[in-house]
């Protein structure tokens, strides 16, 4: 197993079939909570490995975000309708499962959603391609998820930040 997972000399991020954490290499993908010494492995197709040995934890996401409609074949024939869901960003998946392990409670739950509506928000700002009509229609179901908890003190305390009216007002295109 240690020759399997060791890292390759040129790139500590890559191991023999396996990627590497490393110090911080790929926590895009595996998530900023995995231990240093977590592997997995990403697919192209949507799929997602992470095992943290340390952790005593495991993430597999199976995806097939190839299998959906291209956004504009013209403009980026390799720009799916699939790569634009929450599942396409695999460090948040992999961060909501290594989150869950630590906390499962209400309170934690509605700590994750804020989460999920601000990576998608900031996700969707800092890329123009990330601006589809699939993308919003996500914001915008997080955000309905919101107004059904609004009741609960963490979300009310969320929906009346100056962020969180930056973020409806953007997934109402404004």
Known sequence: MDQFIKPKDTDPSFGLGWRR??????????SPLANTSTIGHTGWT???TVIDPVNHMSVVLLTNTKNTPVVDNEEDPNDF???HFLTG????IATLAFDSHKEDN????NSKLIDMVNAKYRYM?????EQ????????QALLDVVDERKGDREIA????????????????GD
Not at 157 to 172: C, H, L, P, S, Y
């Open 21 to 30: 954490k490393g110090q911080q290499l790929y926590s895009w993908a595996f």
């Open 89 to 92: 960003q695999y460090g948040l």
């Open 106 to 109: 209400q309170a934690a739950n």
């Open 132 to 139: 589809t009509s699939s993308d919003y229609s996500q914001l």
């Open 125 to 129: 700002k800092a890329n123009k391609k």
């Open 46 to 48: 949507g799929t997602l």
């Open 157 to 172: 305390r969320f929906v009346q930040t100056e962020q969180f009216k930056k973020i409806d007002n953007f997934a109402d």
């Open 81 to 83: 309708v699939g790569d």
